[in-house]
């Protein structure tokens, strides 16, 4: 069994915790919840929706068709039902007035979570716990329950799962944030701007656990804050969007100079310049991948779903320690702030990279084999040294002769070739021997997938570290391939045809939404 | 320890300018203070003045144009044992960076800045910065200056600062006692310094300074430094300081990871 459940009325009217709530307590029902919010860039008023994929396997995407809607307001059944699937269900109307009026306004989502969580055929008190949970202490905990309750009872079971045990229901953002946490971050400074604010909020309500949230004046300043501790040897991040990303550019390439480690989150949504602040879009790898003046090496790596947000979040600020250069974590808005059933796990050992025992004459910038040199941190005797946004020589003086510029550069690229190593290889999903491969990169994967189930002789390629490039040429032998992404001039296409000197079929979309997987589903047909 | 402790190379600057003064005072100031080198960290500008990051033997960070504070924030944040002095140019300072400096006022962390103010633009050759004077003709303004200066004592008062003074490069005695009190101070503490640029500068010259400054003998009270600072006045000395609580949060440099499966299971 598997429906659609979307939660729609004006923003404002308690849509986005109704909807974690009923996420939450389908999947603490042994359920798989794949859900994926919708906002206007407002406060109150405008249009808002909850999108829920419930079922009794696991789910990664949002389908086309609505079998469960709630309308909190009479608008939302004109907006949505030409979304309707054959044997829709509305929530709607009399029953919702009239528990809203018992139980106060504010308690009218709550009646609809009862009534949801009764046509699911569910236990009311999974749903009581996570209420009791989520409102305890506060005054509305009451008429919440109270309300959820009278939802609950006033409907029929309609339709029934075969339910396995809990599991973690959360966001992008919560699993990018518990990856951080997890890896030892310590310092993170962040300007608010969606699609992460959510993270920083769990950041800063967690700081108490022993590392520092700040919310600098502008993000110039919160990359270089970050890059400040970090120089004193404390794994540090920042996390942003494109607008705040643009401000940071010249700080990513001092990163890149002084080599000092750096771990940046980056949440793209749709631009150009402010676009459109709530929806999402796949349009700033290009920019990622070459950002900042001067010529140096990163790492980039594009989590594409809820449980890789936590992996790769984890792996992000090892790598930047070992390996002392800026690693971008790219997601985007529909990531984010999805949130799915998960069970998170990290491969990554963790440890901390060991800071150098300077002598005398201790030389930050070696030239070593691997490129990679002893690091000292401030009030480490004799460890002192110069972090120098200008070229350096091996102690970090200011020094422009052509030999050593030459060999520092190279220095700071040979990296690349332990890194190539060590990074994880991109994933091929479905028969190595498919005639069609598909390629991306980021949440595309979720819709991909799904779709997938109908296309037996298409395999999937997902590329989650695109800086460095990996060498891909193994997976695409022979095959007829197709680049799908979320933005206009298929920026990891082009990169596909340029690097491995083929002709790829692109498909993208930019209307500030992800795929679903039914327009997956189209995009295969007619690409036949 | 002694001010050589402290230094390294030869400074390149040109014979005479007033940055040679300002290294000396700030590693006699670290001298007297008995810090040890390991646990000082400089964090520098780009400029003529930005350049000593070359000449310290301490830590050093040399960041951005105009970007010295923040940097200077997050390390003193996270290791508050550290003595973190950040150095700009008047053009970093009160231009590029200017809105870090408000920050840094409001927010309290305990950082020197110490702003060699020499009214120009001058590793770029002269161009008029944010404190040149109205009417100065320089390269980038060769009909004038019509823009009024910043005022960086005013804007640092005004912006809730807990110490502000003005120094001379001219007075290396009297700087260096003023570093020291910058120092000592629980919180963020500007001092912007006179510093005649001998080479671009034609108007401020170490002449024109030695007329016009007096040194002041004791604090002020807000409303009369923030007066005092707007007058037309040359005073050095502490213009004000308060005690407020700094910024502080526990050290992190060696903080124990944190176990975060419990916040995980927060999430079932
Ligand atoms: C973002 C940026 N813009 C411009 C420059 C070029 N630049 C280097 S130093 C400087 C001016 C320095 O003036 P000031 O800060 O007053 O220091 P001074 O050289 O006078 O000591 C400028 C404009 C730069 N390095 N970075
Ligand atoms: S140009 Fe001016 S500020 Fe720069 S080194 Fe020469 S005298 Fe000093």
Not at chain 1, 160 to 178: C, Y
Request: aromatic share 10%; with cysteine; proline share 6%.
């Amino acid at each position: 069994m598997r429906l659609l459940c979307k939660i729609a009325g004006f923003a404002g009217s308690g849509i986005m915790s109704a909807g974690e709530i009923l996420g939450r307590a389908c999947s603490r029902a042994g359920l798989f919840v794949f859900a994926s919010n919708d906002y206007p860039s407002l406060i109150r008023g405008g249009h808002n929706v909850f999108s829920l994929v419930i079922s009794d396997a696991p789910v990664y995407s949002l389908f086309s068709k609505v079998d469960l809607l709630v309308a909190l307001n009479e608008e939302s059944i004109e907006l949505h039902k030409k979304e309707f699937s054959e044997e829709h269900f509305v929530v709607s109307g009399e029953i919702l007035d009239r528990f809203a009026k018992e139980f106060g306004e504010l308690s009218r989502n709550m009646v609809a979570v009862g009534a949801v969580f009764g046509l699911l055929t569910l236990d009311f008190n999974v749903l009581s716990g996570v209420i009791n949970e989520r409102f305890a202490g506060k005054p509305q905990l009451d008429s919440n329950l109270k309300a959820a309750k009278a939802g609950f009872d006033s409907v029929k079971p309609k339709f029934e799962f075969k339910a396995k045990s809990k599991q973690l229901f959360l966001s992008g953002n919560h699993a990018l944030a518990l990856g951080a946490i997890k890896a030892g971050m310590k310092f993170a400074a962040i300007y608010p701007i969606t699609p992460i604010n959510p993270m920083l909020e769990y950041l800063a309500l967690k700081s108490d656990c022993g590392f520092v949230v700040e919310t600098p004046e502008d993000e110039i300043s919160g990359i270089l804050m970050a890059l400040g501790a970090s120089h004193c040897g404390v794994r540090s991040m920042v996390a942003t969007s494109g607008a705040g990303f643009s401000l940071m550019v010249e700080s990513l390439a001092l990163a890149g100079i002084t080599e000092t480690p750096i771990v940046i989150f980056y949440g793209q949504r749709a631009g150009p310049a402010t676009g459109m602040p709530t929806k999402t879009e796949q349009s700033d790898l290009a920019f990622v991948r070459s950002a900042g003046h001067g010529e140096f090496a990163r790492i980039v790596v594009a989590p594409a779903d809820v449980e890789e947000c936590f992996s790769e979040s984890v792996r992000a600020f090892q790598l930047a320690e070992k390996f002392q250069l800026p690693v971008i974590v790219l997601t985007d808005k529909y990531l984010n702030e999805s949130f799915q059933t998960v069970s998170l796990k990290s491969d990554v050992k963790m440890k901390r990279e060991s800071f150098a025992s300077p002598g005398s004459d201790f030389k930050r910038y070696a030239f070593t084999a691997d490129g990679i040199s002893p690091r000292s941190v401030p009030g480490q005797p004799d460890g002192m040294f110069d972090a120098n946004s200008d070229e350096h020589d091996e102690f970090g003086f200011s020094c422009d002769s052509p030999v050593n510029r030459a060999k520092m550069v190279e220095k700071r690229f040979v990296k690349f070739g332990l890194l190539k190593k060590e990074l994880p290889r991109p994933v091929l999903y479905g028969k190595k021997n498919a005639k069609t491969i598909i390629i991306s990169w980021g949440s595309t994967k979720g819709p991909i997938l799904s779709a997938l189930e109908k296309f037996p002789d298409v395999c999937f390629l997902q590329i989650q570290y695109l800086t460095p490039f990996p060498d891909i040429s193994e997976f695409i032998k022979g095959k007829k391939v197709i680049v799908i992404e979320n933005n206009k001039t298929g920026q990891l296409y082009r990169f596909v045809k340029e690097h491995c000197l083929i002709e790829p079929v692109f498909f993208g979309k930019f209307d500030g939404y992800q795929f679903t997987a039914d327009q997956i589903v189209e995009v295969l047909d007619g690409a036949k | 320890m002694e001010p050589n402790d402290y230094l390294t190379g030869t400074p390149t600057w040109c014979p005479g300018c007033g940055n040679f003064s300002i290294r000396i005072a700030l590693s006699q100031a670290l001298a007297e203070l008995n810090l040890p080198p390991k646990d000082v960290l400089l964090v520098a500008d780009v400029g003529c003045g930005g350049n000593e990051n070359n000449w310290f033997k301490t830590y050093v960070f040399h960041s951005l144009h105009g970007r010295s504070l923040p940097p200077a924030l997050g390390a003193k944040i996270v290791n508050p044992k550290l003595t973190v002095i950040a150095q700009a140019g008047d053009g970093g300072a009160y231009g590029e960076g200017a809105n870090h400096l408000l920050h840094a006022c409001r927010i309290n962390v305990p950082v020197v800045y110490l702003v060699h103010n020499n009214q120009l633009y001058s590793l770029t050759a002269g161009q008029a910065s944010p404190t040149t004077g109205v009417s100065s003709k320089t390269v980038s303004t060769p009909f004038g200056v019509s823009e009024v200066p910043v005022n960086p004592l005013a804007l640092a008062i005004s912006a809730g600062a807990s110490f502000v003074a003005r120094g001379f490069s001219g007075d290396i005695a009297h700087l260096k006692e003023l570093i020291k009190s910058a120092i000592l101070h629980k919180g963020f503490a500007l001092i912007d310094i006179l510093q005649p640029c001998v080479t671009l500068n034609k108007v401020n010259t170490f002449a024109w300074y030695k007329e016009r400054i007096y040194k002041l003998d004791k604090p002020l009270g807000k409303v009369e430094a923030f007066e005092l600072a707007l007058s037309d006045k040359l005073p050095i000395g502490i213009f004000y300081q308060e005690s407020r609580p700094p910024y502080y949060r526990a050290p992190l440099v060696k903080e124990p990871d944190i176990d975060v499966s419990k916040l995980i299971a927060e999430f079932m």
